[in-house]
């Protein structure tokens, strides 16, 4: 008795089969056959039976071909796993020989006969003989020889006759197809597309619809969105005697789907059909929970549905997708949250490059913060000032930025420096303005004196040319390339409220300005999880006063310069309690590396010299004494509030102030207020001691009671060592992954940019540890830390403030080890609150 090989599967709404067995397009056409959509008959073979033919066994003819007519001509395409692990390109007209040409010439006309019969010898040629394929191109396809021409040459190519027997070209074809599959530069291909190496591959053969003959016969595709908005619109081609993909090939020949004012459509030709197409197209979408393209063919005005397939889209058409399904109660809520990527939504966020732009990269860096723009190179920050107060877009070039570029960068669309990395100054900056910004640009070459920056390949780029900065896969182009409009429209609005619904950590933002803290509030973060407050310092007026507390010599100049500090300081603090209505902000003590507010070059000496009516060589003197080999582990962060308590003094006097003021006119403020750079439990000791006799102070001269909390920023390996010490004095801790990092790892954070790239090349880091957080090594300080920190004061809030708290990996980690929230940058919340919620669900 014959045994039925089980490896060969004709579609029917019950064989056995599965995307993991026979691949996603042999599954998603056994749906098709199941919503009774007229699918020409198809067999689908699984990974194991290709694998066999790829390795040289056999497969059961017969059994492949009795579901089909003798003379029936047939297609073959791929069925891998995931269908964007491509796979070769579909072989159609299988069967074609002498006797179907005359067959075929009688039905359907010699010359649409002979047509198929070349298509298929030259693509059996090339696919399946491997065979040169110019070896038909002297060749006229119109002439009456044509085809024996063609046979000819195959003939004298390949040293036999083209085969005519249907099954002999069949395995001929799924052959080499296998063989395909599993050469190497596929496999690379579809390695980087994330699949496993031992990907496998199914393949369908199907009854061919030939889309040529008598009356209206062709083939097209439809879909009901546009694939770039996701906005419905019947979207699609047809071309009349054609096959498979020619509709969208042959842009001219083809005809739009529907009537409007482009030209001949479908719809107009063939209303029925077209009506029918479209009633398919929408039962697939309903029942296969997707927007599908169908691929169809009509066949003397019948319709045959060939495939199904996912519609290619934008992140931007994703959303609306995911919120279109969800709302037409086609899918839950809580898959359409799971439908979109969390980085994607970038593409929302931000102005993009179009995906269909050409690019012309003259450079490459640290993607650090995402959108692109494009605007004239400048040199300096004046003079990004000087082109915006013109109306002018401009892009501000620096080998690094410091705090007096912080008004360029107001001024620039976009940043790029030859220096640093994910948490440098530029980067920081960048990601609070949401201005799209490359660091660490090192393929290109800095001639800031020259005034001009040049690419790897030569070409010379000067102040006043045009580039396009794209912070979100961290390239530099040159020109003015396509761009597409952030799109923050209700489907995202939508999306959010539904991820929200699910999330179960907390979401907060890094706002340091009244602007940043409004970004905050769009994108509807719970609170402040981070206000650094020595970047207010970097506003004009705040910065000269800030440079004149740092350069006071006697305790009476720098209490002369807090005092005017204060006001502002106040003003900024009780606008920020006003915007966030309520929602707990958290503002981190001055944690300067105090270089950070020092000139670095002569012109910007004489200015402070200027401002602060000192001699030159006073300020050069004091510059040089305060300068410090390794500021970033200098005296700053609470070190500077031991040795200089007079500032904290003022910040704390400041909150409480503003908590007062700001509650008077909004609901009642609990600011929270946070020491940098702790490492030892003595330091929290003493700032608490000064901050509670300042609040005391401020309770007793205004007559009136508050509430404020007080934490520690664990970004020491000390502190998250000793966090049992810690603990007891605190209310929460919030872990600052930037200098955890750094000083985990004993890596600058604004050198590691040189040799990163070279690092995860070579696969010493998995990734930038700046990017996404170091789970092994800095992750176990964080959670010792919790732990530690947890078993000394139960009520602890922990959360991350570092850069990681925006990245989906990281949030997962943090959730794990039981984290309260995170806090990143404004223009990550919402890429923080769908990861978040996605690990919820
Ligand atoms: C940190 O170190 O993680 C942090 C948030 O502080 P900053 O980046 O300001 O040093
Ligand atoms: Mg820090």
Redesign the pocket.
Known sequence: VQQNDPHITLITPTAPMSPATHGGRAKCLQRLVRLELPVPVTVALSFDAVHGLAAGDWLDMEQMLTPFGEDQLLCVRPSSEDPDWGGPGAILNIGMNDVQLARLSAEIGAEAASKLYLKFIQSYSTHVARLDPDIFDDLDTKDADAVSDFLEAYESEAEEPFPQSRSEQLIGVLRSMARAWEGTTARLLRQAKGAPADAGLGLVIQAMALGVGHGESGSGVLQLVDGGTGVPQITGRYMSQSQGRDALKSGAAAMFLQNDARGPSLEEKLPDAFAKLTEHAALMRAKLREEMQCEFTLENGEIRILDGVRVQRSARAAVRIAVALAEDKIISREEAVMRVEPRALNELLHRQVDSTAERDVIGTGIAASPGAATGKIVFTAAEAQACDARGEACILVRRETNPEDIRGMHAAVAALTERGGM?SHAA?IGRGLGLPCVVGATSMRFQVNKRRIVAPDGRVFHEGDVITVDGTNGQVLAGQPKMMEAALDDAFQVLMSWADESRDIGVRANADTSADARTALTFQAEGIG?C?TEHMFFEADQLIAMREVIFANAPADRSVALQALLPMQRDMFVDLFEIMQGRPVCIRLF?PPLHEFLPTDRAGLRDLAESLNLPLSDVTRRVQALGEYNPMLGLRGVRLGITVPEILDMQARAIFEATLDASKTSDPVVPEIMI?LVSAKREVELVKTRIDAVAAAVRTERGRDFDYRLGVMV?TPRAALRAEDIAPHCSFFSF?????TQMTYGLSRDDAGRFMSTYVQQGVFPEDPFHTLDQEGVGELLRVGAERGRSAQPKLTLSV??EHGGSPESIAFCREIGLDYVSCSPFRVPVARLAAAQLAI
């Open positions: 948490t920081v981070l650094r944690d940098p970004e600052g992954t930037n200098d955890l403030c570092g």
